[in-house]
């Protein structure tokens, strides 16, 4: 079974994390732009780590067969500095044309404040602008507030709702997203959010239509094996394997092709990987290391 990882930061994760999500069947992620877990100080920061999204991270992932795309935003968490969120809303642009850029966020709300409202609301045009889908973070806390206000924005700047895909649902926010036209995202976590067999009922609860699953694993406790283990659980449920192969492959396929960048050509095929290869005169390998 294919396995599309939608929401993941590689960016915090290991090479021995790219093996044994190949070894599992993951064979395509999105790396959302995300909050790195302290304040950025300078524009130039942002400057750096987009360049990696688009560079150091995509050719990291291929060193291990893994195709990966990425999506460009300020997050709503820094959004609350009114300093840098104008400097990195005029970036932006800058590179939201690069090659396996295919949705803009992850943006939305965190405290829910009226900065961020802004800045979202100026990312979902800068969307329009680009002919790009949005990735939508809800909230951790008053989630379902969190849920209807972002639909609400949606709705405010009159963008379209199947080009918005709203992550980190549970059993109270789900029901709200399928409402409407958008797209539901789930995040399988250790401790919190969802967990593998929640995730299973929702699916015999509400089928798989515009439902997808992901690990948003990052550098804090979190598995980027949750959605093959998700797989597993759902198998053990019952819902059969058609049904899952939509939620882990072609959902996401369907919702990131809108940006017209998915390039998945040649994907079932198993290309030899050459880890001698390098990207600015690195490589993946240490030492003596051959590649292979």
């Not at 929401?7 to 290991?14: G, V």
């Not at 970036?91 to 802004?118: C, H, N, S, W, Y």
């Not at 949005?134 to 405010?156: A, C, F, M, W, Y």
């Not at 990052?218 to 019952?238: C, E, F, N, Q, Y």
Request: charged fraction near 25%; proline fraction near 5%.
């Amino acid at each position: 079974m294919r396995i599309f990882d939608p929401h993941i930061h590689m960016t915090s994760r290991t090479t021995d994390d790219y093996e044994a999500m190949a070894a599992a069947g993951i064979v395509a992620i999105v790396e959302p732009a995300f909050w790195l877990g302290q304040p950025r100080t300078t524009v130039g920061s942002f400057v750096d780590y987009f360049n990696s999204l688009v560079g150091w991270e995509r050719f990291r992932a291929s060193q291990f067969g893994i195709r990966h795309f990425c999506t460009m935003g300020l997050n709503p968490k820094e959004s609350n500095n009114p300093r840098l969120t104008d400097e990195v809303l005029a970036l932006l642009p800058r590179f939201l044309d690069k090659d396996g850029v295919v949705a803009i966020g992850e943006i939305g709300f965190d405290d829910q404040t009226d900065a961020e409202e802004r800045s979202f609301a100026r990312q979902v045009e800068l969307a329009r602008d680009f002919n790009l889908p949005v990735l939508i973070h809800t909230p951790h806390r008053d989630k379902k507030q969190g849920t209807i206000r972002s639909i609400e924005v949606i709705r405010s700047v009159g963008f379209p709702e199947e080009r918005v895909l709203i992550d980190h649902n549970n059993e109270e926010t789900l029901p709200i997203v399928l409402a409407s036209r958008c797209w539901a995202g789930h995040t399988i976590y250790p401790n919190t959010k969802m967990d593998e067999q929640r995730m299973a009922a929702l699916v015999q609860k509400y089928g798989s239509d515009r439902i997808v699953v992901n690990s948003a694993a990052d550098w804090g406790i979190s598995d980027p094996l949750k959605v093959p283990k998700t797989i597993a659980v759902m198998r053990a449920h019952g819902v059969p394997d058609a049904t899952i192969q939509k939620i882990v492959w072609d959902n996401p396929v369907a919702f990131f092709a809108q940006s017209g960048r998915l390039d998945l050509t040649d994907i079932d095929t198993c290309a030899a990987v050459d880890r001698s290869q390098k990207f600015e005169t690195n490589s993946v390998l240490r030492g003596e290391q051959v590649g292979r």
